[in-house]
């Protein structure tokens, strides 16, 4: 039997936003199951908390028993053996997106031979999205439920 295919979507997802929901809702029928991992680096400070970022993911996929939600503080190529998770998920907004996934992707796949990074590239009206954009936009308290899946 083909074992099933786990994606891993990691990412610092500070904050998941409306562009993030758009590539998980599309990839839900490549995949049996996605995990949605939220990198924790103790040396970079966070604008959103990690534990509170979860609730708000998981709330906006309660109806999608198919997609989970963790954070993990190790190598992405390390936590995808440990989930058996045979493909990273990205989204591609523009050039600078792809330049930088392009190097993380060769050296995900050197770290774990297995591991192979799917792309899917951002739909249009959601490519203006960005987490840095957004976190600007709430600390000077302007409203940004337009651009995220949840409300905060
Ligand atoms: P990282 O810090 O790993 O880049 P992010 O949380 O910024 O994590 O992004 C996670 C993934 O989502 C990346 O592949 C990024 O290119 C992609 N992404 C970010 N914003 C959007 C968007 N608006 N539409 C599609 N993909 C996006």
Redesign the pocket.
């Known amino acids: 039997m083909e074992s099933s295919k786990v994606a891993l979507?990691?990412?610092?997802?500070?904050p998941?936003?409306?562009?993030?929901e758009?590539?998980v809702l599309r990839s839900l029928s490549l995949f049996d199951e996605i995990i949605i991992a939220i990198?924790h680096n103790s040396n970079k400070k966070r604008y959103f908390d990690i534990d509170f970022m979860i609730s708000k993911i998981e709330s906006a996929f309660k109806d999608y028993d198919k997609v989970k939600v963790m954070m993990y503080d190790q190598l992405t190529a390390d936590l995808a053996k440990n989930t058996k998770a045979k493909y990273l998920l990205?989204?591609?907004?523009n050039t600078t997106?792809f330049e930088?996934?392009n190097s993380i992707s060769q050296v995900n796949r050197y770290l774990n031979s297995g591991l192979e990074t799917v792309f899917?590239i951002?739909?249009p009206e959601?490519?203006?999205?960005?987490?840095s954009i957004i976190r600007e936009v709430h600390k000077y308290k302007g409203d940004v439920s337009p651009f995220i899946p949840y409300d905060l």
């Open positions: 979507f990691p990412g610092s997802f500070d998941f936003t409306k562009g993030h758009d590539i990198g990205r989204g591609l907004r997106d930088y996934e899917l951002t739909s959601l490519a203006h999205i960005s987490s």
